[in-house]
């Protein structure tokens, strides 16, 4: 069989370009520092290193996933009720709509989050195989029933459609789907496979060793349709869908780029560039809050005239007084600064 049967369709192509940001903002920090570049640009001429350390650093502010969580969580404030017309047997169905322990309301809301973040989700109402089963007793005694499956946003392939009697109809829908499988006494392993459906039919496809696409299993049913359904937020067209919220995802791209650009250069401003006038190469200088500075001798008197004027110090390094500076400033000036002179056009702050 062709490997296109694993392909994503061009409608799926198009729609799916934005779900990777959105997979990786719905991530958080780790998913944003595990895409990288794609994300978080490298600066021109930023070295390896520096870029790394900077990334690591980097924290999302999680604006699109509380969005949301927010919007998809408001319709399932209350919980959900049936109208006095659906049979009791569908409601004792709901409690477990899934066969994975979620009643019909927790998996709404599964679905409106799907909806909400990537703006498109699916569900297929499913039936057991049952093998040996000839009667309705024996399906009855199987307790075989439906129950829904959701494939998100990434587990549709691709789809055709036919018009029926007046209306657009799926006649092919393909599903990507993981199944667990034995692996060993204890092991269990997870194999990818592709579902074809179509009315009345269905197929199963695996890769092979040598990387192919072959039919693995078939079957048919009793439906004359598919029994999947499309869900959509913006719809654009026969099962595609515009992510509602792209604009936000896209603003708060923006500012995890804003961020990371504001924490480097805070990280700059923040560590003082220390110098050290008129030591030896061999002093012996500590840096800190319960550490002195050892100045020459000869200017003490400079240091403690200074300090009872009020005058402002340079680092805490060198001090002296307003006309030496000035004398030092002029001789800078004037080219009369020579090698011994320390302290000659010393800045003042």
């Known amino acids: 069989m062709s490997a296109s049967v694993r392909a994503e369709s061009p409608a799926v192509a198009s729609m799916s370009r934005h779900w990777p940001m959105i997979r990786a903002l719905l991530g958080g920090t780790a998913d944003m520092r595990a895409a990288g570049r794609a994300h978080l640009p490298q600066w021109p001429n930023e070295d390896e290193e520096s870029y790394r350390a900077r990334l690591a650093t980097a924290t999302l502010y999680p604006a699109f996933r509380r969005t949301v969580e927010v919007m998809a969580g408001k319709p399932f404030s209350k919980a959900l009720t049936y109208a006095d017309s659906v049979p009791e047997q569908v ?23 799907d909806i909400v973040a990537f703006g498109t989700s699916g569900v297929l109402v499913d039936y057991p195989r049952l093998d040996g089963v000839r009667t309705r007793a024996d399906e009855i005694a199987s307790g075989a029933r439906p129950y829904f499956i959701r494939f998100a946003p990434g587990s549709v392939l691709g789809w055709k459609t036919a018009r029926i009697g007046g209306v657009v109809k799926l ?35 695996r890769q092979s060793a040598k990387g192919e696409w072959m039919l693995h299993d078939e079957g048919a049913t009793t439906l004359s349709e598919i029994p999947f359904v499309f869900f959509y937020g913006q719809k654009s067209g026969f099962g595609t869908s515009t992510v509602p919220l792209l604009d936000l995802a896209y603003q708060n791209v923006e500012h995890w780029q804003s961020s990371s650009d504001q924490q480097t250069i805070l990280h700059v401003a923040r560590v003082p560039i220390l110098a050290v006038i ?27 005239r200074a300090l009872r004027r009020g005058d402002q110090c340079w680092q805490g390094i060198a001090c002296g007084s307003r006309r030496e500076d000035a004398r030092n400033r002029r001789r800078v000036d004037d080219g009369q600064a020579g090698a011994g002179d320390r302290y000659a056009g010393r800045l003042r702050v």
């Open 91 to 113: 409601r004792e169905w709901m409690s477990d709509c899934d066969l994975q322990g979620n009643n019909l309301h927790a998996f709404a809301h599964q679905l409106m989050h």
């Open 171 to 205: 006649v092919q829908v393909r599903l990507l789907e993981t199944v667990e499988e034995d692996d060993g006494e204890f092991g269990v392993a997870a194999i990818e496979q592709v579902r074809v459906l179509t009315p009345g039919a269905w197929q199963t496809f």
């Open 278 to 304: 008129g030591a030896d190469q061999d002093s012996a200088i500590t840096v800190g809050a319960k550490s002195a500075v050892k100045l020459p001798g000869r200017r003490g008197h400079e240091v403690r």
